[in-house]
Each structure stands twice: as C-alpha cells, then as structure tokens.
C-alpha cells in the first residue's frame, strides 16, 4: 500500500492550495480517509476525515471553514481544499487510511497507511 501525497508549496498568507492523494493498493472508500500535519517542532496532529461510505466529515476546529476534504471514487483520490491560509498551517502535510470505527478518526494513532507527506508553507 502507497499513499501519494501532491499539491504543497509555498503559498501567501490568505492563499489556497488544493491537496490530492492518490492511493496505490488500497481503494479510498473502503478506508475513512484522513488528513494530518507536523508543524516543524510540533506533534503530528489531525487536520480532516471523510467516512468510508462518504456520508460524513470531521475536521479539527483550525480547519472548521477553511479547509474542505473531499473524495473522487472514480480516480481513488482524497483532496483537501485549504482556503484562507495563515502562517500556523505550515508544515508537513500527510494522508492517511483507516479501517477502524469514525468516531476516532481524529486520533493520528488509529491510522493503518501513511503516505510521505506533502510539504506547504505558508509566507506571511
């Protein structure tokens, strides 16, 4: 299993950045799929998930109407939408897959995949 993570960068203060995961060996709607960063210095920490049967999403409170994740059966890939972002979302960004139960989706823990990370930096 290999989860493709594309789409960091460097990107202004208030800016927006479209990240895509693409998993090989694994089908996106069987997992719930989720989004994770490390900021430089700081623990791993949950960003976004979408459910395995794609009737629901979680977001951690920083991401709450900035960030939207999404999913496309058909190309087996997971997005995250980052709009309006600021200096305190740099860092690595990872996608993740999870076969557990969705209600602790916003543990990094409970992940089984992981792809490499994305890096976005933010400029202010």
């Known amino acids: 299993v290999q989860l493709q993570a594309s789409g960091g960068g460097l990107v202004q203060t208030g800016g927006s950045l479209r990240l895509s995961c693409t998993p090989s060996?694994?089908?996106?709607?069987?997992?719930?799929m989720g989004w994770l960063r490390q900021a430089p210095g700081k623990e791993r920490e949950f960003v976004a998930a979408?459910?395995?049967?794609?009737?629901?999403?979680n977001y951690a409170d920083f991401a709450k109407g900035r960030f939207t994740i999404s999913r496309v059966n058909t190309q087996n890939t997971v997005y995250l939408q980052m709009n309006s972002v600021e200096p305190e979302d740099t860092g690595v960004y990872y996608c993740?897959?999870?076969?557990?139960?969705?209600?602790?989706?916003?543990?990094?823990?409970?992940?089984?995949?992981w792809g490499q990370g994305t890096l976005v930096t933010v400029s202010s």
């Open positions: 979408i459910r395995r049967s794609g009737s629901a999403t």
């Open positions: 993740a897959a999870d076969q557990g139960l969705w209600n602790r989706v916003s543990s990094p823990t409970e992940y089984e995949y």
């Open positions: 060996g694994l089908s996106v709607w069987n997992y719930n």
